[in-house]
């Protein structure tokens, strides 16, 4: 074995986190792309720059979702289990969203029609807005709990519908989510584009950056002064027999600050989520973009980091039955199945991120309209 069982649980939930977080840092900025295309785009060639700016890229970063949702399956079946039973109809939702970019991608410029390309452009739209909206839904109701429990058998019933996640903090989590991506896709168009598109989405960023760390300011304040925490009060041995109806949990106040309480040096992480945005919106303006990617996508590691950290060592919350919330010790699979799975990502995580660096610097550079035009039958 590489680690003990503790350990290991430990080190997949960093993993897991990583994931996320790389998905939401290279999916993202094309998300954000999307999002942009029927608004930034001023001519049919300026929209077709800012897809082909995502062109080379979009299919390899949705991978990154697809290894999460590998990991989840393989690293915590019950929160798998539990969620995709729970949120299956916001999942659909999602999907069906993702659906529309690969065909929007692959057919939007196989007809030359203005109506025909501007109904995909809204596909787009569509697809790369409703996903990061859920998302941020979904980890904004974490920290309300969801409605489920578990019975003798460990078998999840849940208590609730698609309308019951959407109060108010979740949908604040949903706006600062896609906020957040347009701020990432724009700071990427910026360093992609030339003429006044690259100005153009230098004002977005600079908008979108403000709203960022408002809305995540917002959030912070919401949880610090509205939302209880949970708090585990007992917990069997990590390294023993995996039991979820084992613990005792309670719902205290100031709950989801413990960990920022007992290392004070973690809050460097959301006051990260807060100041970079706003170092990124300066670059910007000093047309240091390729500075502002990288300050971009370390205030989404941090926005998104800030969410872990204070959910720790809870995975899913529940608002039904405390004592039946998952948690990093109690809602892993065996120690073998770890452990393997450690020695292939040891193997195989390196690889991809290899191929991915190298990919990104064979594919470099800046993209014009005249070069849209020059290409036209061989580019999206």
Same mark, same amino acid.
């Given at each position: 074995?590489?680690?003990?069982?503790?350990?290991?649980?430990?080190?997949?939930?960093?993993?897991?986190?990583? &994931?996320?977080?790389?998905? /939401?840092?290279?999916?993202? !900025?094309?998300?954000?792309?999307?999002?942009?295309?029927?608004?930034?785009?001023?001519?049919?060639?300026?929209?077709?720059?800012?897809?082909?700016?995502?062109? #080379?890229?979009?299919?390899?970063?949705?991978?990154?979702?697809?290894?999460?949702? %590998?990991?989840?399956?393989?690293?915590?079946?019950?929160?798998?289990?539990?969620? +995709?039973?729970?949120?299956?109809?916001?999942?659909?939702?999602? *999907?069906?969203?993702? !659906?529309?970019?690969?065909?929007? +991608?692959?057919?939007?410029?196989?007809?030359?029609?203005?109506?025909?390309?501007?109904?995909?452009?809204?596909?787009? !739209?569509?697809?790369?807005?409703?996903?990061?909206?859920?998302?941020?839904?979904? !980890?904004?109701?974490?920290?309300?709990?969801?409605?489920?429990?578990?019975?003798?058998?460990?078998?999840?019933?849940?208590?609730?519908?698609?309308?019951? &996640?959407?109060?108010?903090?979740?949908?604040?989590?949903?706006?600062?989510? *896609?906020?957040?991506?347009?701020?990432?896709?724009?700071?990427?168009?910026?360093?992609?584009?030339?003429?006044?598109?690259?100005?153009?989405?230098?004002?977005?960023?600079? *908008?979108?950056?403000?709203?960022?760390?408002? *809305?995540?300011?917002?959030?912070?304040?919401?949880?610090?002064?509205?939302?209880?925490?949970? /708090?585990?009060?007992?917990?069997?041995? #990590?390294?023993?027999?995996?039991?979820?109806?084992?613990?005792?949990?309670?719902?205290?106040? %100031?709950?989801?600050?413990?960990?920022?309480?007992?290392?004070?040096?973690?809050?460097?992480?959301? &006051?990260?989520?807060?100041?970079?945005?706003?170092?990124? /919106?300066?670059?910007?303006?000093?047309?240091?973009?390729?500075?502002?990617?990288?300050?971009?996508?370390?205030?989404?590691?941090?926005?998104?980091?800030?969410?872990?950290?204070?959910?720790?060592?809870?995975?899913?919350?529940?608002? &039904?039955? #405390?004592?039946?919330?998952?948690?990093? @010790?109690?809602?892993?699979?065996?120690?073998?199945?770890?452990?393997?799975?450690?020695?292939? /990502?040891?193997?195989?995580?390196?690889?991809?991120?290899?191929?991915?660096? @190298?990919?990104?610097?064979?594919?470099?550079?800046?993209?014009?309209?005249?070069?849209?035009?020059?290409?036209?039958?061989?580019?999206?």
């Amino acid at each position: 074995m590489i680690a003990d069982y503790e350990t290991l649980k430990l080190i997949w939930w960093v993993l897991v986190g990583g &994931l996320l977080i790389g998905f /939401a840092i290279t999916d993202g !900025f094309d998300m954000g792309v999307g999002a942009l295309l029927p608004f930034l785009g001023r001519s049919d060639s300026e929209r077709r720059v800012m897809i082909n700016s995502v062109g #080379p890229h979009w299919e390899g970063n949705q991978v990154w979702f697809i290894t999460a949702g %590998g990991a989840l399956f393989a690293a915590w079946p019950l929160v798998y289990a539990s969620a +995709f039973s729970g949120l299956y109809t916001a999942l659909v939702i999602t *999907l069906l969203a993702l !659906f529309l970019r690969p065909v929007g +991608f692959d057919y939007r410029s196989k007809m030359d029609s203005t109506r025909w390309r501007s109904n995909w452009d809204w596909a787009l !739209f569509a697809g790369s807005v409703v996903p990061p909206i859920i998302f941020g839904v979904a !980890f904004g109701n974490l920290f309300l709990g969801l409605p489920f429990a578990f019975d003798e058998f460990l078998r999840p019933r849940y208590e609730g519908g698609l309308f019951g &996640l959407l109060t108010p903090f979740p949908l604040l989590c949903g706006v600062l989510s *896609l906020t957040m991506l347009v701020m990432h896709g724009s700071v990427w168009l910026s360093l992609k584009t030339e003429g006044a598109l690259r100005q153009r989405s230098g004002r977005v960023t600079v *908008l979108t950056a403000a709203l960022t760390a408002m *809305l995540f300011g917002i959030g912070g304040l919401w949880i610090v002064l509205g939302i209880d925490g949970y /708090a585990v009060l007992a917990m069997p041995d #990590p390294n023993g027999v995996i039991n979820p109806l084992a613990k005792s949990v309670r719902m205290v106040e %100031g709950g989801w600050l413990q960990n920022f309480a007992h290392m004070p040096a973690l809050v460097t992480v959301p &006051l990260l989520g807060l100041v970079l945005p706003f170092v990124t /919106a300066l670059l910007v303006v000093k047309r240091h973009e390729g500075l502002a990617f990288i300050t971009s996508s370390v205030a989404v590691a941090s926005i998104i980091a800030t969410a872990g950290i204070g959910l720790f060592p809870f995975v899913m919350p529940s608002s &039904l039955n #405390p004592d039946h919330s998952l948690t990093v @010790w109690d809602a892993t699979s065996s120690a073998l199945t770890l452990n393997i799975m450690l020695m292939v /990502a040891c193997v195989f995580v390196p690889l991809v991120l290899g191929y991915t660096v @190298w990919s990104y610097a064979r594919m470099w550079g800046r993209i014009s309209t005249d070069h849209i035009e020059q290409h036209s039958h061989s580019l999206y």
